[in-house]
């Protein structure tokens, strides 16, 4: 068998062609008659019953209905049957399934089977289907016989071709020798004397009348109509409702929709009132925090020229001009100095509610500037106090270096909470870069958050059984993999592999 490609069909030769063509017709026939043999084993065998199939003709109609049916393999097994009932010197003469047809009705008569293939055989060396149904006609002859309604003279004798390709009689043509027992089918009689119910729209036959509608008698044609013209009624009154009930339905959902949004919109309005009140209170903290900044320039202004004063003026001088108007004034200074120490460490035990933190830290920061410049021991205990450190300076300002982490802190924190399927490991990551201010963040994070650590750090105290294929982490602080990660992948003796 040769496989032709565009390119390739010019280079052949007649020789080589000729060859191939009956090589693929060869195969063709041989396929035919394998797939007989086969079908015959399905079937003698009962093969078919252990895929749940009740008899050979279901199974054909399940799993060969695309090939034709149980009416093909009918057809393939007969002329299997046709063939074996020949002579080995006959055998030959058939060489393909379909040229058995005409024959089916003389494999009851060997005799005669065998005189019709020989009759065909001396017209040609290989006949076809006609040649062998001409040679049936002349052996057993059909009999053309009259209906009782009929005359015999004036019988159906039209002639008809199949023309659906899905027909197994397709492309052959017979004759309608009986009257139509229905309005869509008629009775085909064909040259090898079988006789079909074929469908109207199945064959092709100008000449014949075909009853295209079933007709009634005259007293049922006004009650047909009225039937009719209620079933459109009713069709119609169907359709209205329908409609009616689909508007109503697109009306709910559009209103739904509708419903929807609006609420979205209100959810959306009230965050958007609660931003604006929050950043209000963020401006008003600003404003007390520039207040007080500008305090603190005013008081630096202030010992800045008192240093300038008395670099200017020498210790006697002082002596001189001290006095004892001057003591009480300055003794007033230094009680009204006193009086916000005093103030500064009541609002560091009783913090504001709104970024305490933070103010305290700026507080702390104005009382450590303050002691240092004018070495007051109050100003930098309160200091002191405030930030909630030793009172020197180098404690101090160790202090506020670790509150201005507080803010990144309790966002990094709270970014890691919020992500899903969040574990121990992941919130220990990012907590211990800020474990020394832990008690700080701790007190900034909500009831919920401090919960979900609570539960995070349970649960990784308590872990589940090990098992092959458990995610693990080397808990040994004194190795290389410590904090590594990993799959088991094998238990060994009371170890496992990972």
Known sequence: MLTLEPETTSALDYSVLNTSIQDTFTAINRFEWQAIEELRVMRENCYYLDAGYKSFEDYCEKELIKYGGYRRVRDLLSA???RDTLPESLKDKITKPSQTRPLFKLIKTPDKLEQAVAIA????PFPTAADF???????????KRATKTENPNTQLCNSVTVLSPKHPRYGESGVIEADAPNRWQQIVTFADGERLLINNADLDAASVPFPREQTYPPEYTEAIAQIKEQHQQELERLEQELRIGLQAEAGARAEAQVQEQIQSLQNLYKQQKEQNIQLQQRLD???SLRQLETENQQLHQRIQDLEHAVEQRPSQQWGNTMTQQA????NKQVKQALEKTIDLRSLAQEPPKENAQECL????MALKNLASAMNNTQALEAAAIILGSEPTLTAIAYRAEQLEML???VSDIRTVLAKPGCTWQDYWDVAQEYEVIKQDYWAELTTQETDSITTLQNAFSQPDTIGVGSIVAHADPYRTLYLQRGEVVDEVGGKVVV
Request: charged fraction near 25%; proline fraction near 6%; glycine fraction near 4%.
């Open 80 to 82: 299997s049957e046709v």
């Open 121 to 124: 055989a001396q017209e040609k």
């Open 133 to 143: 149904a001409k040679a049936v006609q002349q052996v057993a002859p059909t009999v």
């Open 285 to 287: 903290e600003m404003e």
């Open 327 to 330: 003591t009480k004034a300055l």
């Open 361 to 364: 830290r700026l507080m702390g």
């Open 407 to 409: 803010p990144q802190a």
